[in-house]
Structure formats: structure tokens, C-alpha cells
């Protein structure tokens, strides 16, 4: 079900971790290839490509490729109520942990009448993408828009495929969501074409349209598929991108007092996601590796995403991996820099404090990864791949600009002119110098 590898009885260096752990393949140079005339359509043809794209693509082609505000309206009044009070919940939880990550401006006195402060300024206009392939997504449309709007984003677009059962509109539980946050711009339109409508904006071809579809937007935010991720690559510096989002990833730290009926829970429930979907286990306990293999056969017979779960936990990139004890697994969790890792140890709290790679971290038994997935208040669009090396997940800082406003009077300039005239010189740049001169 779920292969092993073997690390007791050595200590590898991290390039030989990074060499040796599981990672699913994704090849972004090809899709680009694919990707790249689809760009080209939507620029140059607008609304039109977009249709012909659709009908290929989804097999199906909308009337409305933005869809009409009373249908978004109209889906939040059909919303079940126990999944519209899941939603309304999710929306105050994950409100109130972003409300509290704005940065501060500030204001520094260099010195007697100079002064420089710093601001943070939201992007103009944003567009979140929403998948619907595999799995429909309402809970991505509050993990992107309410970031953007706590972030105090004014313009906001959402686009999410067009389904075929539903007549070329997007999922209507993604529709209510919209609905439910105060967004009623929203495309049904999906893929790499809806990412070049973003950054291009689109011209509209029928008469629902109008003369602009679209307009183009200032940041691109939201998982998708290769071709999705590719699209973000060959836009990118045109506009802003979260990350370049591959297959979902969950690594679990766990010692022998962990259940293993839930980690082998947890290992399925992100494996469902897509049968790229990485699962990791890393354990000092060989017995906790046999209960959780043996937990796996269970819980893959009476999962309903039986194939595509079965896919992921045998493909390469899902391992359980075996180490000497929580030190060595730590080193091994820390190179791995899963997307969602969860630690299930014995003092689990120091553990996590001692993570350095990791793009969200859930502790103790208690706090599995779908309960971030819907509703603990933290963002679930975070990096894959590695990324969390570098990366964050998405918050109201993937949607924030830091300017620096500079303000000297005549003696601060004055006071530091020799030393700036000094530098100027020693760069070969003497304009510099006499833009300070002239002041004088």
C-alpha cells in the first residue's frame, strides 16, 4: 500500500535527505509548452478564445462567461443550511486570524529633520482561482478572498471552471461562498485560460459580454492544476503569483504513543486530493509503521475516493520513513518542508517549536490537517514542493506592497550632502552628487 524507507542506523546530510525523500513529480517545463498558445488566444481574441477553450476544454460553453450576480445571489439563497453555517463559521474564523496580520507602517527619525516612514498598501485589483476538477472548492474562495479583502483589496475577481452539469456555470456551492463574502464578480472560466484572462484582461466578443470581459488584474492568487501552475509561471512579473502550487503534501512526525488509526487518517485525507498527492510518515516506531499500514488497508476500503487515494499512497512520492529516533526526524521533516506537516510526539508543542521548513504546522492529535483545510482560521493555500523553504503560505501580505516615503528638510540634507556627493564620486556617478550640489 505504502512503501518504506529506511534511515536508522545513519544520520544523512540534508542533499542526501533532499536525494533520498519522496516528492511527487511535476513537470511544469512541458506544460508550458501546452500552456504558452493558449496565453497567446486569450490575449490577442479575449471572450472569443475563451469560449472555443471552454468547449474543448471542459466541454461545454457558457452563455455568461461572467457570471450574472442574481445567479451568484441566487445560490446563496438555495445554500443548504448546515453547509451555509459551516461556511459562515469558516469566514469568521479565518477573518479573525487575518484581520490580525496586517503589518504596521512606521516612522523612523534618522536624524534631526530627516525622516523616513513606511507604508503598506494594497494591490489594486486581484484574481483568485478557484479549482474544480477533481474536487469543487468553497473553501479556497474564503481562503483567498477574505486575505485579500483584509488586506483591503477593493477589486476582486474570481474564476472557477465551468461545469457541464451545471450548464457552464462554476460549482454552485462556490457561487454561495462568493455570494456569502460580498463577491459578485466571478467568471466561469477555468485553467490556464482564466489565469491569461486575468493578466491580460479580456476584450468581449457576444453581446453579453460588453466591450470588456475582463480587466486585467495586479496579482494572481489560488491553486490549480500543472496547466494552472504553468499559466502563473509565464505570467509572472506582468503580474504578481502566490506560488507556482503543485500536488498537496502531508508529512506526519509521529513517535510510538501516536494513534495510529489517525495517522493513517490523515494520510488518506489528503491523498484523496489528487493521485499525485504526497503522504509521509516519519517514525522512530517500527511498530507505529506496521499499526499504520495495516490502519491504511481499512480505511482505503471504505473511503469513497478508493482509486485515487490508492494511486497516491503507492506512488513514489509517499513513504513511510523510518529513523533512528525524533532527532534524526526532525532533520528529515525540516529538509522535507511539507506543505501541511503535523506533529503527533510526546510534547508535540516543543517539537513543532523546533520546525524550520514547513508551510503549516499542526499540533498534537487534536489538530489535523482538514481541520485547517476548513476551518481552524489559517489559510490552507500554502507551498508545495519544497517551497516552504522560502516561501509563506497566502495571507494578507500576498496582497500588500511595503512603500517608503523619504522626507528631509534643507539642514538634514545638508548635514549628510559631503558624504552623498563622497559616494556618488567613488561610483563614478557624478550627476549624483551635483542633484545634491544644486540644492546649495
Same mark, same amino acid.
Given at each position: 500500500m505504502i512503501s518504506r524507507i529506511d534511515l536508522r542506523g545513519r544520520r544523512p546530510s540534508r542533499r542526501e535527505l533532499l536525494a533520498e525523500l519522496p516528492r511527487a513529480e511535476l513537470d511544469v517545463e512541458h506544460a508550458t509548452e501546452v500552456v504558452a498558445p493558449i496565453l497567446e488566444a486569450v490575449r490577442t481574441r479575449g471572450a472569443a478564445a475563451l469560449r472555443e477553450l471552454s468547449e474543448r476544454l471542459d466541454g461545454v460553453r457558457p452563455v455568461h462567461l461572467r457570471v450574472p450576480a442574481d445567479v451568484v445571489a441566487d445560490a446563496a439563497a438555495a445554500l443548504d443550511p448546515q453547509v451555509r453555517a459551516a461556511l459562515e463559521e469558516t469566514i469568521v474564523r479565518v477573518r479573525r486570524v487575518h484581520?490580525?496580520?496586517?503589518? +504596521?507602517?512606521?516612522?523612523? /527619525?534618522?536624524?534631526? #529633520?530627516?525622516?523616513?516612514?513606511?507604508?503598506?498598501?494594497?494591490?489594486?485589483?486581484?484574481?483568485?482561482?478557484?479549482?474544480?476538477?477533481?474536487?469543487?472548492?468553497?473553501?479556497?474562495?474564503?481562503?483567498?478572498?477574505?486575505?485579500? +479583502?483584509?488586506?483591503? !483589496?477593493?477589486?476582486?475577481?474570481?474564476?472557477?471552471?465551468?461545469?457541464? /452539469?451545471?450548464?457552464g456555470l462554476p460549482d454552485p456551492v462556490v457561487l454561495a461562498t462568493c455570494a456569502l463574502l460580498g463577491v459578485d464578480e466571478v467568471y466561469a472560466v477555468g485553467g490556464?485560460?482564466?489565469?491569461?484572462?486575468?493578466?491580460?484582461?479580456?476584450?468581449?466578443?457576444?453581446? !453579453?459580454?460588453?466591450?470588456?470581459?475582463?480587466?486585467?488584474?495586479?496579482?494572481?492568487? #489560488?491553486?490549480?492544476?500543472?496547466?494552472?501552475?504553468?499559466?502563473?509561471?509565464?505570467?509572472?512579473?506582468?503580474?504578481?503569483?502566490?506560488?507556482?502550487?503543485?500536488?498537496?503534501?502531508?508529512?506526519?512526525?509521529?513517535?510510538?504513543?501516536?494513534?495510529p488509526v489517525h495517522v493513517a487518517a490523515d494520510l488518506v485525507s489528503q491523498a484523496e486530493h489528487d493521485p499525485l498527492a504526497a503522504a509521509v510518515l516519519v517514525t522512530p516506531s517500527v511498530e507505529l509503521a506496521g499499526a499504520v499500514e495495516a490502519k491504511l488497508i481499512d480505511r482505503v476500503e471504505i473511503t469513497a475516493n478508493r482509486e485515487r487515494v490508492v494511486t497516491?499512497?503507492?506512488?513514489?512520492?509517499?513513504?513511510?520513513?523510518?529513523?533512528?529516533?525524533?532527532?534524526?526526524?526532525?532533520?528529515?521533516?525540516?529538509?522535507?518542508?511539507?506543505? @501541511?506537516?503535523?506533529?503527533?510526539?510526546? /510534547?508535540?508543542?516543543?517539537?513543532?517549536?523546533?520546525?524550520?521548513?514547513? #508551510?503549516?504546522?499542526?499540533?498534537?492529535?487534536?489538530?489535523? !490537517?482538514?481541520?485547517? /483545510?476548513?476551518?481552524? #482560521?489559517?489559510? @490552507?493555500?500554502?507551498?508545495?514542493?519544497?517551497?516552504? @523553504?522560502?516561501?509563506?503560505?497566502?495571507?494578507?501580505?500576498?496582497?500588500?506592497?511595503?512603500?517608503?516615503?523619504?522626507?528631509?528638510?534643507?539642514?538634514?540634507l545638508a548635514a549628510v550632502a559631503d558624504r552623498v556627493v563622497a559616494l556618488a564620486e567613488a561610483e563614478r556617478l557624478p550627476a549624483h552628487g551635483e542633484a545634491i550640489r544644486a540644492r546649495f
Open positions: 484581520a490580525a496580520q496586517r503589518p +504596521q507602517d512606521f516612522t523612523v /527619525d534618522v536624524a534631526p #529633520g530627516a525622516q523616513v516612514r513606511q507604508r503598506w498598501l494594497p494591490v489594486r485589483r486581484v484574481g483568485l482561482y478557484v479549482p474544480g476538477g477533481l474536487a469543487v472548492y468553497p473553501s479556497s474562495v474564503v481562503m483567498n478572498v477574505v486575505a485579500a +479583502q483584509e488586506a483591503g !483589496v477593493t477589486s476582486l475577481a474570481v474564476v472557477s471552471p465551468p461545469q457541464k /452539469d451545471r450548464g490556464a485560460q482564466a489565469v491569461a484572462m486575468l493578466a491580460y484582461g479580456a476584450a468581449g466578443s457576444d453581446d !453579453v459580454d460588453g466591450e470588456t470581459l475582463c480587466e486585467s488584474v495586479d496579482v494572481i492568487t #489560488g491553486p490549480g492544476n500543472v496547466y494552472v501552475t504553468a499559466a502563473k509561471r509565464m505570467v509572472r512579473g506582468l503580474v504578481g503569483i502566490d506560488s507556482e502550487a503543485g500536488p498537496t503534501e502531508i508529512a506526519i512526525l509521529a513517535d510510538a504513543t501516536a494513534d497516491a499512497l503507492r506512488g513514489s512520492q509517499s513513504a513511510i520513513v523510518l529513523v533512528d529516533d525524533l532527532e534524526a526526524g526532525l532533520d528529515v521533516v525540516n529538509a522535507y518542508g511539507a506543505e @501541511h506537516l503535523e506533529i503527533q510526539t510526546v /510534547d508535540a508543542a516543543a517539537w513543532a517549536d523546533r520546525v524550520t521548513s514547513a #508551510g503549516a504546522i499542526f499540533v498534537g492529535p487534536w489538530s489535523p !490537517v482538514s481541520l485547517g /483545510d476548513y476551518m481552524a #482560521g489559517s489559510n @490552507h493555500v500554502l507551498p508545495t514542493g519544497g517551497c516552504a @523553504h522560502f516561501a509563506s503560505g497566502l495571507g494578507v501580505h500576498s496582497f500588500l506592497r511595503a512603500v517608503q516615503v523619504i522626507e528631509y528638510d534643507a539642514d538634514a
